[in-house]
Every structure is written in C-alpha cells, then in structure tokens.
C-alpha cells in the first residue's frame, strides 16, 4: 500500500479565534483527514512570544481543541496534540537556530509588524526567531503540505529554503520539502471595520468572533463598512468591503467569487446583500458554537491531547533522532 502523504497545521492559542481563523485554516483541515495523515496542534508556545494572560492562554487552549473538532477534526484520523507536550518541537528549534540567519528573519512581514508597535529593548527573541520554531513544527512531521491563511505563506517559504540550505549542507534529504496550500477562496479575511486590513485576534474592532453571539454577528456584518455604490462587484482595489463580504460568503457557500458575484447580479441594495451574507455566516457559526459546547462539556479533551501527545511524540522523536545524526550528535543507545 502506497504510503499517505502527511498534512501538518496549527493555530496560536493568543486571541480569540475569528471567522478569518475559520475560513483561512480551521475549515479547510478537515479536507485533509482522509487523504493524508493529518497533524494538526495548538501552537501554544508560539503563544508566548507576545505577553499573554495565563488563565486565557490555558483556557483558550482548551477551547480550540473543542473548535478543532466542532470544525469536523476526528481525533482518530487526525492527531490533534499541543505544541508543549512534545518536547521535540523545542529540542529541534535549537538545533535549527543556526541554520536560520538574523538577515532573513527581520525581513519577515509578521515580525515587522508586530515589532513596529514596540519599544526595541522589550522584542523578545522569541518574536524574532518565531518562524524557526514554525520549522521545527513543520519539519518533525516530515509534512507534504501545510494548510495555512496567506498570512503565513512566508513562514513556510522560509521553511523550504532552511530545508534547502540543510539538505545540501549534509548531502542527504534529511527534511521533506513541505508546500504551503492556502484556500482558494478565502485565504485572507478583511477586517469589516476596515476592509483594507487583515481581520486578526488581536484587533477586536469590526471583527466577528467564533465566540460571538449569533446576534452580535449579525450586526457586525449588517454595519460592516462598504463604499458608496451600489454594486455587488468583486473589486478588492475600489470596493474591498464588498468584495470582502462576497468572499465571505462565496467560501461558506463552497462557491467561486464568480458564482457568488452572479447570484447578487442587479441586487441593488446593500442591505440585503449584507443580510444574505450575514444568514449565511450564521447558517454556519451557529451549528459550530452548538458542537464546540458539547465538546467542551463532554470532558474528552484531556484524553484527546494525551492520546495525540503519545503519536505525535513517537512521529517527532524518530526524527530528531535523525537529525542529531546528522548534525553529528552523538545519539547512543540510552536514548
Ligand atoms: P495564527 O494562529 O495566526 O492563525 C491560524 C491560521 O489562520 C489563518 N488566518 C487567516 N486566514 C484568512 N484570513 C485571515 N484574516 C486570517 N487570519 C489568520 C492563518 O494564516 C493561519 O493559517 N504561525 C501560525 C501558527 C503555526 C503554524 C505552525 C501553522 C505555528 N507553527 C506550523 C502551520 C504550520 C499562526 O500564528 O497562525
């Protein structure tokens, strides 16, 4: 039998999740479970990069592995495990600290812009060498493809030059050349209250919530800007907070921007469009807060992250083996 390709993705436990989180990542990994063997963590010790409360970092832990499988993830095809409890993430980044170079990881965009909005003697490192701890994620598992938002494609594209510059290095494939996949609708949400930023967690203003009440949601998107005009037209350049909302609802209808721009043809009247889109989202979070409840209350989470720990452990541990052999670490028999 031919041998699954692998799929490995995560998400930053910092803020609440929002529906770009939804639509960029958390709904597409599911499509993965069948045709791959899937791993999919919470990055929690990415989490600590910025300063985080602890009681929120634990508790939205928690929630998104109840949002994972709210999303459709079956702890028994995909692993589902934290980041911090497989020690091979951290035992791996400090190898691959030196094979990234500080040149390369300050032109990274994400760093850029969350160090901008800080004072330069309080960045910790960890902010600056974030995407080597993103490798060690990505290059334990040996990963085909990695599901991410746009945002993160940089991230990855960094990875397949340290998997370059590595194998050469020593001569051999040590690492798996892994290949971001982005969604074709939807791989960068705006913001509604300012359609020409990237919805975040970290900027509550205009965003929707997967936590947000239906009714909150429905007046977010009711009051979410557009421009004056009157047309239901894909133009992210003149029109972005329509063309945002069409995007919304094209990826929740599992239909092309195309398709969705014709169903609104001759549609005349913002209001409605924006009715119809936020029906849509509705039609979709509501379901998806009732499983993420029931999740929550059945009291499996702790025996789905022990269970993922435990196979998550034995894929990365085989690995870090081989790259302590390579590197020329001595790795005898006691371990
Ligand atoms: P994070 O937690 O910021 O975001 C999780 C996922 O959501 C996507 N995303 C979006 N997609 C569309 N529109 C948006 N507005 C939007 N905002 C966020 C992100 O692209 C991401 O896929 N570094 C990662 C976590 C991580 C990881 C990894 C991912 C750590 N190690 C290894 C893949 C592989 C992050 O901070 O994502």
Not at 31 to 37: A, H, P, R, S, T
Not at 208 to 216: E, G, H, V
Not at 285 to 296: A, M, N
Not at 306 to 334: F, M, W
Request: with cysteine.
């Amino acid at each position: 039998m031919e041998e699954k390709k692998r799929a490995l993705s995560g998400i930053k436990p910092t803020g609440n999740l929002t529906l770009g989180n939804y639509i960029g990542a958390l709904r597409e990994f599911k499509k993965f479970q069948d045709d791959y063997e899937s791993f999919i963590f919470i990055a929690d010790l990415h989490a600590l990069t910025l300063p985080i409360d602890p009681i929120f970092l634990k508790n939205n832990t928690k929630d998104i592995v109840a949002f994972y499988i709210a999303a459709g993830l079956d702890p028994e095809k995909t692993t589902i495990f934290l980041q911090s409890d497989v020690s091979a993430h951290s035992e791996l980044n400090t190898i691959l600290v030196n094979y990234l170079y500080m040149g390369e990881l300050s032109r990274m965009t994400q760093f850029k812009d969350k160090s901008q909005k800080m004072n330069n003697e309080a960045i910790g490192l960890g902010l600056f060498a974030y995407p080597v701890l993103m490798a060690a994620d990505i290059l334990l598992y040996n990963a085909d493809v990695v599901p991410v938002g746009e945002d993160q494609t940089q991230h990855v594209e960094l990875c397949r030059d340290l998997v370059h510059r590595f194998n050469q290095r020593y001569q051999k494939e040590v690492f798996v050349m892994p290949k971001a996949i982005t969604p074709k609708v939807g791989a960068r949400i705006m913001s509604l209250s300012d359609p020409t930023r990237k919805m975040s967690k970290s900027d509550p203003k205009g965003d929707i919530f997967l936590k947000d009440d239906l009714n909150i949601i429905r007046k977010k998107i009711m009051s979410a800007v557009t421009d004056t005009g009157n047309e239901i037209k894909y133009d992210p350049e003149n029109k972005p907070g329509i063309s945002n909302l069409l995007t919304i609802y094209a990826a929740l209808s599992n239909i092309t921007v195309e398709q969705a721009e014709k169903q609104f043809e001759g549609c005349t009247q913002y209001g409605v469009f924006k009715k119809a889109v936020a029906d849509k989202v509705i039609e979709e979070i509501g379901p998806f807060q009732q499983r993420y409840k029931e999740i929550l209350a059945s009291g499996k989470i702790d025996e789905i992250l022990s269970e993922g720990a435990r196979r998550a452990s034995y894929i990365a541990n085989k690995t870090l083996r081989k790259v302590k052999k390579t590197v020329g670490l001595y790795v005898h028999d006691s371990k």
